[in-house]
């Protein structure tokens, strides 16, 4: 049996937990203080996931929204931890003008991950 | 283009604070309400804040930065609230009449009967660390990094180091590192973490970046460029020891030890500052020493959450709209004094005749510790108590009736481990 301790980090509370697991399969799960703490670790164990964040460029149309030369962009859902660094790099090539709303699908299944990549904010009108 | 100059209520700062306020205010009745935002556009610094995690308590889901901001900017504009952006308020005299610099219009007077500050705060600087040596290029606070990658498009240098860990440096250990910097490792002056554990697992842990606690930088080298810092281990009383220098090459400093209350603009109208928060000393309504002027936001103290700065703008709001009314604040408070293992609490005066919800913040980690709130005859057990995570505790205004008398206008409080 082995004794796996993370940090959950699905809200700001940040649980210390300990997770048994014995032959490749959760015992037990201690240490949390909500349910979301057992999903948590039962995915860090099984499929380790995280929301994806970073910026594209933005060609401004408009005086006023050349305020913003990149345009935050997201992962709508957790994405595979181990293709992270995989879906930024072809995340940068892409360029986008105004106006964007957010919410905007501006990359459908990256790379096959099954992730959306959406606009995280509007700009210009 | 805003043409009346007479408001009821005036919010100072288009951040999460002053949105959220201005929104509240809008939303309840009908005033006329105006937004004053120095930036060209409304977020303050959520914009720059790409990552997630922002939400949770106010809108039940997990939000980058920005959106938490979208939605609030439309909400907004839907409303009726007057918005001037680039414009910067200079003043604020005793009839509460503001004066403001704009790109636009120039120099104009607004009238008001009613002020929201929400102001922000400032990262703290080399300046205030003292760190020895020469004075190059290169060093930069950890937010101002953030604008410059996130917003303008630019990286700051290759080989970074950061001193400090707050949430903001944490942040963009990760975020340089995913845009291909080499992030030498986060130091720590404390013997703890000041940033939320959660960020140290996805910010650091994730991307196997070394956090080392107890320990600062003692001396900066480099001419024109920074080319390298010296890395020191510090002791129990935060004093470096000097054989544990070693030198690290980096060409960019991050800075990211703290940030300070912006009010600057407060003291101009007389309002009195909390030395611990380095904010206005407020009531439970966050009604500042001036009648009238509200405060919320950063520049009130510095919160670890949007969510809890956005409730705290609607508290300004619905005590704006109070105040309004014709409500009036007593003059006899019951002082708080933060004591034991206590950085700072909001508010710092009470009036003992309504709810009362305490922002405390801890001076230290500490385990099963007992918060007591001596003369009230208060007590609440915590698990865990830390630094970067504020304590919220309501207290009845039955508490205060009942305990009227022991308290004699004071009521402390302390952190027991």
């Known amino acids: 049996m082995s004794e796996k301790k993370i940090t959950c980090i699905t809200c700001p509370l940040g649980c210390n937990l300990k997770i048994n697991i014995e032959n490749n399969k959760i015992v037990s799960i201690t240490g949390n203080q909500c349910k979301k703490g057992i999903k948590f670790a039962e995915g860090e164990i099984k499929d380790p996931r995280r929301i994806l964040t970073t910026t594209i460029k933005l060609k401004a149309q408009g005086r006023k929204e050349a305020a913003f030369n990149r345009l935050p962009v997201r992962s709508v859902a957790p994405a595979p931890k181990d293709k992270i660094l995989e879906i930024i790099k072809e995340v940068r090539k892409i360029k986008v003008s105004t106006p964007v709303k957010m919410g905007d699908i501006i990359v459908k299944n990256i790379i096959g991950s099954g992730v959306d990549i959406i606009a995280s904010m509007s700009v210009g009108n | 283009m805003v043409k009346d100059r007479k408001y009821d209520v005036v919010v100072i700062g288009g951040g999460p604070g002053g949105m959220a306020a201005a929104a509240r205010v809008a939303e309840l009745e009908i005033k006329r309400v105006l937004l004053i935002e120095r930036d060209l556009f409304l977020g303050g610094i959520l914009p720059q804040c790409i990552h997630s995690g922002f939400g949770v308590k106010i809108f039940g889901k997990e939000l980058a930065g920005p959106q938490y901001c979208q939605l609030f900017i439309d909400k907004i504009k839907k409303l009726n609230v007057d918005i001037m952006l680039g414009t910067m308020v200079l003043s604020i005299d005793e009839e509460k009449n503001i004066i403001v610099s704009g790109k636009i219009n120039g120099i104009e007077k607004i009238q ?199 409730e705290d703008g609607y508290v300004a709001a619905e005590s704006a709209l109070n105040y309004l009314r014709g409500w009036k604040a007593k003059n006899n408070f019951i002082d708080i004094k933060a004591g034991k293992g206590i950085a700072y609490v909001v508010p710092q005066r009470v009036s003992g005749s309504s709810d009362v919800l305490f922002r405390i913040r801890p001076g230290r980690p500490a385990r099963d510790a007992n918060i007591e709130f001596s003369g009230l005859g208060y007590k609440k057990k915590v698990k865990r108590v830390n630094p970067g995570e504020l304590v919220f505790i309501k207290i009845k205004k039955e508490q205060f009736t009942k305990a009227a008398l022991p308290c004699k206008g004071v009521i402390g409080i302390d952190i027991k481990a």
């Open chain 2, 112 to 310: 008001t009967k009613s002020i929201i500050l929400s102001l922000g705060c400032r990262e703290r600087t080399r300046g205030q660390l003292n760190i020895p040596g020469t004075r190059p290029s290169g060093i930069f606070t950890a937010g101002v990094v953030q604008r410059m990658v996130n917003i303008e498009g630019y990286l700051p240098g290759k080989d970074i180091v950061i001193l400090g860990s707050g949430d903001i440096g944490l942040i963009m250990a990760r975020r340089l590192t995913l845009e291909g910097c080499n992030v030498k490792g986060v130091y720590e002056l404390m013997p703890f973490s000041t940033g939320l554990i959660r960020n140290i697992a996805q910010c650091l842990e994730d991307y196997d970046i070394p956090l080392f606690i107890s320990h600062t930088v003692t001396k900066i080298y480099g001419n024109k460029r920074i080319e390298a810092v010296r890395i020191s281990k510090v002791d129990g009383s935060l004093n470096p020891i000097r054989a544990s220098g070693k030198r690290i090459s980096c060409d960019t400093l991050l800075l990211s030890v703290g940030l300070i209350p912006e009010n600057e603009l407060s003291k101009t109208c007389g309002i009195k500052l909390d030395s611990r928060t380095n904010g206005p000393i407020v009531d439970e309504n966050l009604q500042t020493s001036t009648e009238g002027i509200f405060a919320c936001g950063n520049s009130l103290y510095v919160n670890d959450l949007v969510d809890n700065v956005t």
